[in-house]
């Protein structure tokens, strides 16, 4: 397992330049040097040397931030910023009592009982499985905690593919592990990462979620694990959606905008299944790719600025005067959800499944 000190190499790559704090959408509102990147690889240096603990103050400025990944998008030296920063989260962990008490409950025994439970008490509310039997693809689903308990993305699935030759197969997942991660529950983490990929000895086509955060947590596995890189095989339902060259009418004229989350790698699907949807007009924010301000325990620790991130997220989309504002992570969806409640607007916030499974027909 990786050690901050580890690190220490890549923190002295950083040169300062500052071009974290143009993207950073926490600085922007702050103008604190302690909440972007470069600020906090100066205190996380100081622990590597001796000269910091990693306090209940660095570990405040850890967790004022959004995971987004913004900064290394834009960084020069191409740091890996936010693995850094989830092992500097999991050191510090284990200097205080409270992480105990939140691995019991992120334990297997305990996440997990409350998961199956959410998931039996839905069992009625569920739609069969789309199962076919020759020349399909073997598409495997990762349904990630909220749609293990809410039955909805069942019903919207059942009904853009029921003409479509796919199977789709359900497995015994863990959590993605994202919680755990952001929370510095490392071991937990790799522990979900090893069940889910075994998980995956048998041939399938496709790995497929609907989740951002979902998607890009499994690509990350192979940067904690011993665990096998999945790039190679894992798609969203989009993409799934956009090859199969579906196509969706409705019978009131309609018009769109997207939000495209932090964790989402490629979202070129998106243009492609609009251009598909009859009577669909489909209008492109102002930073359409900025953060919702939601990034899940962000919100809760950090709620405030979670508010502003959001609010202005809502004005963009309050521009375009759309009647549904799109999006492919369930995270997200809280986080539009709560800037349009702030600015008090009416546009609906869906995500892509849901918005295709209202047309009025269906057909390829």
């Not at 490392?186 to 086509?205: G, Q, V, W």
């Not at 969203?236 to 905008?257: C, M, P, Q, S």
Request: charged share 25%; hydrophobic share 35%; net charge positive.
């Amino acid at each position: 397992m990786d050690k901050l000190k580890d690190f220490e190499t890549e923190l002295n790559k950083c040169s300062k330049c500052g071009l974290c704090q143009a993207v950073c959408p926490i600085f922007k509102i702050t103008q604190n040097d302690c909440t972007v990147s470069k600020g906090k690889f100066i205190m996380l240096h100081g622990v590597t040397k001796g000269d910091l603990k990693l306090s209940a103050n660095i570990n405040k400025y850890l967790d004022m931030c959004l995971k987004c990944g913004k900064c290394r998008e834009f960084c020069p030296s191409d740091i890996d910023i936010c693995k850094i920063l989830n092992i500097a989260k999991f050191e510090y962990m284990q200097t205080i009592f409270a992480h105990k008490l939140i691995n019991f409950f992120q334990s297997k025994k305990i996440f997990r009982t409350i998961i199956k439970i959410g998931t039996f008490l839905s069992t009625p509310f569920r739609t069969n499985k789309i199962t076919s039997s020759e020349n399909t693809k073997k598409i495997v689903y990762f349904k990630g905690c909220v749609n293990q308990i809410f039955p909805n993305t069942d019903k919207y699935l059942h009904k853009i593919f029921k003409e479509s030759s796919i199977e789709i197969i359900d497995k015994d997942f863990d959590c993605c592990g994202l919680p755990f991660l952001s929370e510095g529950n490392l071991e937990r983490f790799i522990e979900a990462a090893e069940h889910n990929t075994k998980l995956l000895d048998e041939k399938f086509d496709y790995l497929v979620t609907d989740c951002a955060s979902c998607e890009s947590t499994i690509l990350d596995y192979p940067k904690y694990t011993q665990c096998k890189d999945l790039s190679a095989k894992l798609l969203n339902w989009g993409e799934i959606i956009a090859n199969e060259n579906i196509k969706f009418h409705y019978k009131k004229k309609l018009r769109v905008t997207f939000h495209k989350p932090c964790h989402l790698k490629n979202d070129d699907f998106f243009e492609q299944i609009i251009k598909n949807c009859e009577n669909v007009e489909y209008v492109k924010m102002k930073d359409y790719d900025n953060c919702c301000g939601f990034a899940g325990s962000f919100a809760l620790k950090n709620h405030k600025l979670s508010s502003q991130i959001s609010k202005e997220k809502a004005k963009n989309i309050r521009n375009t005067n759309a009647d549904f504002v799109i999006t492919t992570c369930p995270a997200c969806i809280l986080g539009l959800k709560q800037g349009i409640l702030l600015n008090k607007d009416k546009t609906k916030v869906v995500s892509l499944l849901e918005f295709l499974s209202k047309a009025n027909k269906i057909y390829k």
